[in-house]
């Protein structure tokens, strides 16, 4: 099973940018997309953004539409989540998940 590792979050303020990382640890030849995700304390967890293996499809929330761009780097096996004009709403932890695999998470924070 391919074991995920998020890394990039942080604080920032409104208005300002992270980018995300989501290290795979092998190739895996399953044709899942990458998918984000994030839940915030007391909240279901949402949907953020998805990719497919050659970053020919995306898929975005309507939350994030326009602010939030996913991305792929095969040679390196890692996807990123570049993350523009943070809201405060947009404050969780985030997650990726491929298949049946979920990584730890990284905890973003925007403060108003």
């Known amino acids: 099973q391919v074991q995920l590792t998020e890394s990039g979050g942080g604080l920032v303020q409104t208005g300002g940018s992270l980018r995300l990382s989501c290290a795979h640890s092998e190739r895996a030849a399953s044709p899942y997309p990458t998918m984000w995700f994030r839940q915030a304390p007391g909240k279901e967890r949402e949907f953020v953004a998805s990719?497919?293996?050659?970053?020919?499809?995306?898929v975005y929330a309507d939350s994030v539409k326009g602010r939030f761009t996913i991305s792929r780097d095969n040679t390196k096996n890692t996807v990123y989540l570049q993350m523009s004009s943070l809201k405060p709403e947009d404050t969780a932890r985030y997650y990726c998940?491929?298949?049946?695999?979920r990584g730890q998470g990284t905890q973003v924070t925007v403060s108003s």
């Open positions: 998940e491929f298949g049946p695999s």
């Open positions: 990719i497919v293996w050659n970053g020919a499809s995306t």
